[in-house]
């Protein structure tokens, strides 16, 4: 699996601050334009069948109030759905909270979204290590939102593991370039 890179651009990453109902957070902030219709684009993340293709499976009561499951991430709570626009979800029994904006692009045929991963959480436990919460989501995100322009591209391949892509050695880059980010972000708000 190859990127092109003429036509993928690498999410613009922002490092923000919110209170949630667990308390005061940071925020990951990922924004990527991706060429579909924000129909399509809502029916990519929230569809069980095209969300296991690029993020990870999905189950569960898929309604406003209702609990999910997702492979190897833990279970939530649907806490608003504004289709086709705003989806919020509360993780890990309220210390995470995940907003999913969808806008139109400012190109005719393209759609923005914005991820937003607020945590109250400092730290993730990760193959017996401890990393920072806000330093994992770029590891996290990039290559899953990679995925995402792959299969709305159709050509994510059919034997892509949507729960193992940190084993995946072409996502390896992908990955380490999210982490990059995000503790670039880090070090510059320690440095404010």
Excluded at 34 to 56: I, M
Excluded at 76 to 87: E, F, K, S, W, Y
Excluded at 110 to 125: G, I, P, R, S
Aim: hydrophobic share 35%; proline share 5%.
């Amino acid at each position: 699996m190859t990127t092109d890179t003429t036509t993928y651009h690498e999410p613009d990453p922002e490092l923000r601050r919110r209170t949630i109902p667990a308390g005061q957070a940071r925020v990951a902030v990922f924004t990527r334009t991706y060429r579909t219709t924000v129909a399509d684009l809502w029916d990519a993340c929230t569809n069980p069948e095209r969300l296991r293709r690029w993020y990870v499976p999905v189950t569960g009561d898929l309604r406003v109030g209702g609990t999910f499951q997702q492979v190897k991430m833990g279970s939530g709570t649907i806490v608003v759905c504004d289709a086709p626009h705003l989806l919020k979800l509360s993780l890990g029994g309220g210390a995470d909270e995940i907003e999913v904006r969808l806008s139109p692009g400012a190109q005719d045929g393209t759609t923005t979204l914005e991820v937003q991963h607020a945590t109250t959480l400092d730290a993730h436990n990760i193959g017996g290590e401890m990393y920072d919460a806000i330093f994992c989501m770029g590891g996290g995100y990039y290559p899953r939102l990679l995925a995402l322009d792959l299969h709305l591209r159709g050509t994510l391949p059919d034997d892509y593991d949507s729960a193992a892509f940190h084993l995946n050695p072409d996502m390896r880059s992908t990955i380490e370039r999210g982490s990059g980010a995000m503790a670039a972000l880090l070090e510059a708000e320690a440095d404010s």
